[in-house]
């Protein structure tokens, strides 16, 4: 899996900070940008605009992926682009057993041969073969979102509970957030980085920041 920052705004925590201050008339966007956020005051943080492309994901978490609805897609298309070679995503549960492993391997390697006749010997459309594919196949998109939903994804994605492939993109994506705009990630992750574990089963390995111990 890659994920790549292609664009964000530019002095993102200055921007939240001016945004927060205007409410206020602070001279101090710095700790007006702190108290609104702490005070649940997050539109601020939709000033703050990334745009990351992601490769080698697979359709199981494109499908995850897509369902946050405060953001902007562009996916490969399974309709105008070949699939007959697509790679295939393997979770490791399934690497990690050899039998299993080799009859995921074939198949794989079933529907490419089915695909590859149905597009290139039986003249069926690419939109039509790829209903042979599997969920595992990987797939490439960008992605934009604004910081206030970035976080709310990190929340629920982060999470242990969430599966292993989305969970692994969110970590990588919150990396490079909290590099770029480290004021407005400060406190961004799961849901037990700010409060108790919302999940009705929780994983008891539950993550503590800094911010929860200045709260407390
Ligand atoms: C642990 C877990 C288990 C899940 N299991 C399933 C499952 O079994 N089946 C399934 O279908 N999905 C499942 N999902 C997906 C889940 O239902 C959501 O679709 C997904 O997490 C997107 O989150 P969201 O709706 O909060 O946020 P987003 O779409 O990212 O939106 C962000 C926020 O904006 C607000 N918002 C957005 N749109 C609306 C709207 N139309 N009306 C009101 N408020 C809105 C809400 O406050 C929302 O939280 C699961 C998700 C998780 C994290």
Not at 38 to 50: A, N, P, R
Request: with cysteine.
């Amino acid at each position: 899996m890659n994920v790549t920052l292609l664009r964000v705004t530019p002095f993102g925590d200055d921007l939240a900070g001016e945004a927060a201050a205007i409410c206020t008339r602070s001279d101090n966007p710095d700790r007006a940008r702190g108290h609104a956020i702490m005070s649940g005051h997050q539109s601020i943080l939709e000033h703050i605009v990334f745009t990351f492309k992601i490769e080698e994901i697979s359709r199981v978490t494109l499908a995850q992926l897509t369902r946050h609805r405060l953001a902007s897609y562009e996916v490969e298309s399974q309709r105008y682009t070949d699939n007959g070679q697509c790679s295939v995503i393997v979770p490791k549960s399934i690497s990690d057993d050899p039998v299993l492993y080799q009859e995921y391997l074939q198949l794989v390697q079933r529907t490419r041969d089915f695909y590859d006749k149905a597009v290139n010997i039986m003249g069926i459309p690419k939109e039509d073969a790829r209903y042979a594919s599997l969920q595992g196949t990987a797939t490439r998109l960008i992605l934009t979102m604004n910081a206030r939903e970035l976080r709310h994804f990190f929340s629920l994605r982060c999470c242990n509970r969430a599966q292993w492939e989305i969970r692994e993109m969110a970590d990588k994506m919150l990396d490079i957030c909290k590099q770029e705009c480290p004021a407005a990630f400060e406190d961004a992750g799961p849901g037990c980085v700010r409060h108790q574990c919302p999940e009705f089963r929780p994983c008891g390995h539950e993550r503590t920041h800094d911010w929860d111990v200045a709260e407390a």
